[in-house]
Structure formats: structure tokens, C-alpha cells
């Protein structure tokens, strides 16, 4: 039977109320005994020496067993005391005698459990801190060791990291940027980018995994750059923690590129003349000018005709391309009305042989602004033709205009087959095509949408691309409400020397 505390204290108690009775009464007859002693008041009694003994004998046996008592009691609970400040300063290989099994006794038993479990919870969190440094550290290593500049933000846009490839690309050091918010960065021309696309949250922060590839040019060094830029998402909600940007020097790729590129336009303008003179005795053979044709040179010619064709095509995009890239396009600029340069686009008639549903969200109140029309409905017919392309029937297609405060963001989007995450980097080098049999049967030149990002940028806007395999693409491009005010610029000086020669 295990005795709880309080009963202990009643028991001991009760031992020594029985114990002071029993020696008083036992005294009390003694003197009863006695034929000498008369007591007259009760003070004799208490005064006598024969009782003064007596009682001390009492109370000095009292005395043992309530000492001997409390420290069977207290013991323990000083032990618990030593053992809780002995646990505050780090060491939990402690443990405490257990003593009986009454509730100091459970106090021990559990302390000493508690004990053990947070030995073993803080050995477990040792061993996942251990690990979670060590992967770190292999991280940290990975990183350092890349070739291309890695750059990370958190929430705020301030930069957490920063390696030593991106320390090197933009010559300087990562502590004075580490801490710094990286819409500061103007001389490396990163905030312009981050500018245009914290502008739109649609554009970027609400899409998720959502990866932005721009290309952009470095003033202070004076690189080529190219970013990949994606969300940090937090694991424990679905909003962005921050952001990852991969930084690619392609200031070599891009000279290698250019002089490619004047090569291929000096060879496709020199190929201009022989393929008009092969066009002109296509003409001449399809209208039996040079004689009457059987069906199976007529077969023949057609398909010359129409190779002639697709190579008078590649050789106009690339030089149009190398013009574009070269700066030697002058914008005819003219005050327009987005809408319309929709609306007029050849696109929409292969969109509506399809039967693919076309819906176009624009504002209540468009503004007009200054854009070369001509160019922009290139832009729009190359990508929505490629929509419409790659978007199966009953599929649907939507153009969505949003005007902003420097700017109007266009977004094509469709429900076709969607383009590979690998392959979205590459969209806009030149020749480049995805490889898949629907692109096969489609064919083209791998040159229109370089020639749409160069139209894009002349306009002083940007080019973004999210797709998903099976779901859709949308692309989304903007164009600056600024060009007007150069325009604006441009016929306030005509009319001011027009004035001035008047009055001369």
C-alpha cells in the first residue's frame, strides 16, 4: 500500500500526540504513587523535576522523529531543486533516486522521464541542425562554385546572396550589396527589370512558378546580361518569399551573335537578286510563256514556286531582323488606337477557320498612343497566328490589354499545347524551334519571335512568356506611352522653325 504525504503526516502526528498521553499519563500515576507528594496547584506538577525530565525525554524524541521525518520528506524535493538548476545550466545526464512512491516519489519518476525525453529531443534536433549546416554548407559550395551569378531577394526585394560569379560579373564586392535593396541596383540595370515587373503584380508575383528570362545591358561594367528571374516561394503558404535571379554574361555570345548575323544579311541580301530572277521565270513557266506544261512539270513547279517563296521569306526576316538589331529601323510613329491594330490583323481569319473561341478584354477607355501601327500588327499577327497554330479546334484564344501608368501590357494567351519549361529561355534566340511533331507539320522559320522581341523593345518595351505542356501559353509584351512625348517634341520644334521662317 503506498501512503500519500498528507497520510504520512497524520500517522506521524498521531505517534506523537499517543506518545506525549502515554508519558504524561504514565507520570501522573507515578505520582499518584507517591505517599510525599501533595500537590496543591497544577503548577506543581508542571514544576517538578521529576516531570521537567520526563518532558524533555519527550520532546527531545518528538524532535528526532519530526527531523528524521522531514528529511525522508525533503530530501527528494531538494534533490529536485539541485536537479532543475543543474538542468537550466545545460547538463541533462542528471537523474534522481526514487524513494518511495508517494507524490514526491511520481515528481521524481516524471522529472526524471522529462529528463530523458528532452535529452533525446535536443540530441534529435542536434543531429537535423548538423545535417540542415552541412546542406547548407553543400549549397552555399554549389552555388559559389557556378559559373553563372546567382542573386537572391527576400520578400522586401533586399539581397541575401549574392556568389562569387555575380561578384565578378558586375565587378563588386557581395558585402556592399548583401542587406541592400535591389531596385537600387540602377547602374547594373537590374531594377529597370524589377521595376517593370513589381508594376503588374498579375504580371508576375500572383503567377506561380512563374519564370521571367529578359536580356538586358549593364551600364557600370558595360555587359550584355541575360536574367532568369523566378519567385522564392514559402513552403508553409502559397505567397513569394522572395526572388532567385540568374545572371548569364553574353557579351561574347552576343559579338559572335552580331557578326553572324551581318554575315547571314550579307549573304541573304546577295541572295535577293538571283531569287527574283528565279521568281520571274516561275511566272513565266506557270503562265506557259515558255511553253504549254504537262501536269507533272506543272506538280513540279508549284512545289519551286513555294520553296522560292519560303526562302524569299527567311531571307526578308533576316534582314528585317538584322536591321531591327542593328538600330537602322525608324519607327513611323502615329497616333493609335491599340484596339484596332487587334482588329485588323490577319490572324483572326485562321482563328476563325479553326473554330477556336477569340476573346479580347481591353479597357473601357483606350488610351491612343504613339506606336509604329505596322510594326505592332506584325507583333500581333506573328503571336497570335502562333496561338492559333498550336491551339487545338474549339480551343480559345483571348488578347487582354491593361493600361498602366507608363505603359500598355498586352497578354496573348491560348489553350494549346503548351511549351516545356527547358525550352522558354530559348523562344527568342534566332532559328530556334521547339522539336514536336505538331511543330513539324507547322513548319516556320525560327525567326519570328526574335523579330517580335526586337519590335518589343524598339518600343521601349518587354517581352515575358509562361507555359505550361498541355495547359497554354501566354505571352505578354509592353509598349511605352512615352514614345508620344518625343513625337509631340518632334512637331512643337517643326512648328517653332516653320514660325520662324515666316517672320524672317
Partial sequence: MVLSIKLKIIIVSLILLLLSTFVITSFLGHLE???????????????????????????????IIIVAFSYTLLEPVDKLIIGTQLVGEGKLDYQ???????????LVEAFNDMIIKLRTSIEKETKSTEKALLEKTKAE??????????????????????????????????????????????KSGLANIFYDLFEDEELYLNKKNRVIVKEFESKNPRK??????????????????????????ITKMREIDNMKTEFVSIVSHELRTPLTSIRGYIELLEHGKLGILDEQQQKAVGIISAETERLTNLVNDILDLSKLEAGKIQLALEETNIEDCIDQSPALHMIKEKEIEFK???????????IDKSKIMQVLTNLLSNAAKFTPKAGKISVRVTDRKDSLLVAV??????????????????????????????????????????????HGGLITVASKPKKGTTISFTISK?????????EKNVKVVQSTVVKV
Avoid: C
Wanted: charged share 25%.
Fill in 141 to 186: 559550395l554549389i552555388i559559389d562554385s557556378m559559373a553563372d551569378g546567382v542573386i537572391v531577394t527576400d520578400k522586401n526585394h533586399t539581397v541575401v546572396l549574392f556568389n562569387k560569379a555575380a561578384e565578378k560579373i558586375f565587378e563588386m564586392d557581395a558585402s556592399k550589396i548583401l542587406g541592400k535593396n535591389i531596385l537600387h541596383m540602377t
Fill in 33 to 63: 504513587q507517591k505517599e510525599d507528594f501533595r500537590p496543591s496547584t497544577i503548577w506543581d506538577i508542571f514544576l517538578n523535576q521529576d516531570f521537567l525530565i520526563v518532558l524533555s525525554l519527550t520532546l527531545i524524541i518528538s524532535l
Fill in 360 to 370: 479580347k478584354i481591353v479597357p473601357v477607355q483606350m488610351p491612343r498612343i504613339y
Fill in 224 to 249: 550584355m546580361l541575360k536574367a532568369t528571374i523566378g519567385p522564392l516561394r514559402q513552403e508553409t503558404s502559397q505567397r513569394d518569399g522572395g526572388s532567385v535571379i540568374v545572371i548569364e554574361d
Fill in 482 to 490: 512615352n514614345l508620344g512625348k518625343e513625337k509631340k517634341e518632334e
Fill in 96 to 106: 534522481i533516486k526514487k524513494y518511495s512512491n508517494d507524490e514526491i516519489g511520481r
Fill in 413 to 458: 494567351s491560348d489553350t494549346g499545347i503548351g511549351i516545356a519549361k527547358k525550352h522558354i529561355p530559348h523562344l527568342f534566340d534566332k532559328f530556334y524551334q521547339v522539336e514536336t511533331h505538331l511543330r513539324r507539320q507547322q513548319g516556320g522559320t525560327g525567326l519570328g519571335l526574335p523579330i517580335v522581341k526586337e519590335i518589343v523593345s524598339i
